[in-house]
Nanobody, 124 residues
Framework: QVQLVESGGGLVQAGASLTLSCAAS????????MAWFRQAPGKHREFVAA????????YNADSVKGRFTIFRNNVPNTVYLQMNSLKSDDTAVYYC?????????????????WGQGTQVTVSS
């Protein structure tokens, strides 16, 4: 089992920056692909970014490229999402996820463990 706890969400103005954290405990954190997804009211959960076990390969959704950066520290077991130039469209609940071997990085079904989510609200 892997337990994930997100933090760092909040209310910010458009153009501001925010960094989300996801603390992991349980099984070997470094063995998992880590990802961030988000879900806005009335919308499906969507992929935001992912990072491989060693932290040297990252993936980003087109909607956040150039603005969001995912990175991880395996000691301590934490993955981060640095979000810059926030827009009102970024308003959502952000979820941290861990997957052993996701077939498709952007497919939420490939991730076995999920956090409870943290709310990010961007006012325009």
């Amino acid at each position: 089992q892997v337990q994930l706890v997100e933090s760092g969400g909040g209310l910010v103005q458009a153009g501001a920056s925010l960094t989300l954290s996801c603390a992991a405990s349980g099984r070997t954190f470094s063995a998992y692909v880590m990802a961030w997804f988000r879900q806005a009211p009335g919308k499906h959960r969507e992929f935001v970014a992912a990072i491989n076990w060693s932290g040297d390969i990252t993936y980003n959704a087109d909607s956040v490229k150039g603005r969001f950066t995912i990175f991880r520290n395996n000691v301590p077991n934490t993955v981060y999402l640095q979000m810059n130039s926030l827009k009102s469209d970024d308003t959502a609940v952000y979820y941290c996820a861990a997957g052993a071997i996701p077939r498709r990085i952007s497919d939420s079904t490939g991730y076995q463990y999920w956090g409870q989510g943290t709310q990010v609200t961007v006012s325009s």
